[in-house]
């Protein structure tokens, strides 16, 4: 019973938790911009299907996370990692196009997404 306390408290599990919180907040963000694209547009047209496709993507993200985080395996973590830094990529660019402080909240959750993947990817290495 102590010995199993000690593990679920251990340094191990600190950035499974963190990763986790990264996955909510990127999926927090898909399905508020989902939600957003029913607000925004009255129509639906080519500027409301792109806006919706957005939130596609980066539920998208958030799905390959999930994948890694359940399956730790190389392939997985290759493909998370490269979608995570696809979205770095677009959030950081999209941070000087939209200067608002949605999209800077977007990029800070991504760039701490990315992170802790990388740091998870450290840590399930360590397990196996």
């Not at 493909?79 to 196009?97: D, P, T």
């Amino acid at each position: 019973m102590q010995n199993e306390k000690h593990i679920l408290n251990s340094a191990i599990n600190k950035p499974k938790t963190f990763y986790t919180i990264g996955i909510g907040l990127t999926l927090l963000f898909g399905l508020g911009h989902i939600a957003y694209a029913f607000v925004e547009y009255e129509m639906l047209d080519e500027q409301a299907l792109w806006f919706f496709s957005g939130a596609l993507a980066v539920l998208f993200n958030a799905g390959l996370n999930l994948l890694y985080f359940y399956e730790c395996s190389r392939l997985n973590f290759m493909v998370a990692m490269s979608a995570n830094f696809a979205l770095l990529v677009f959030s950081l660019l999209l941070v000087f196009v939209i200067q608002e402080t949605q999209t800077f909240g977007f990029a800070v959750v991504v760039i701490y997404t990315t992170v802790l993947c990388y740091i998870h990817n450290r840590y399930a290495v360590l397990i196996k």
